[in-house]
Nanobody, 119 residues
Framework: VQLAESGGGLVQTGGSLRLSCVAS????????MGWYRQAPGKQRELVVA???????NYADSVKGRFTISRDNAKNTVYLQMNSLKPEDTAVYFC??????????????WGQGTLVTVSS
């Protein structure tokens, strides 16, 4: 499985951005996809994940502002980010949990896309 993100950029406080993550390869083995972010000097943290059954898990800091969605036909996951704050500034990484067999489990990461929110 390979992941490719797009959609980052510079936005003012209160603005919106939409990130996209396209999965390719053995996409049938994906059991969950999500978005993580890493701000300068901080650890990478979960933003939101969506499992194959559709259940989601949002970080408290983004609840009510960010929305994850997916288009299974396009093997694409989106992150709609509204009411952006300067503290949302980070590199955003797409993540996939992959289970190619009963015994195997992998985590796959995209290259990251930078989101900068100016105050």
């Amino acid at each position: 499985v390979q992941l490719a993100e797009s959609g980052g950029g510079l936005v003012q406080t209160g603005g919106s951005l939409r990130l996209s993550c396209v999965a390719s390869g053995s996409t049938r083995s994906i059991i969950s996809m999500g978005w993580y972010r890493q701000a300068p000097g901080k650890q990478r943290e979960l933003v939101v994940a969506i499992r194959s059954g559709g259940s989601t898990n949002y970080a408290d800091s983004v609840k009510g502002r960010f929305t994850i969605s997916r288009d299974n036909a396009k093997n694409t996951v989106y992150l709609q980010m509204n009411s952006l704050k300067p503290e949302d500034t980070a590199v955003y990484f797409c993540n996939a949990e992959v289970k190619p067999s009963i015994e195997a489990y992998l985590e796959v990461w995209g290259q990251g896309t930078l989101v900068t929110v100016s105050s």
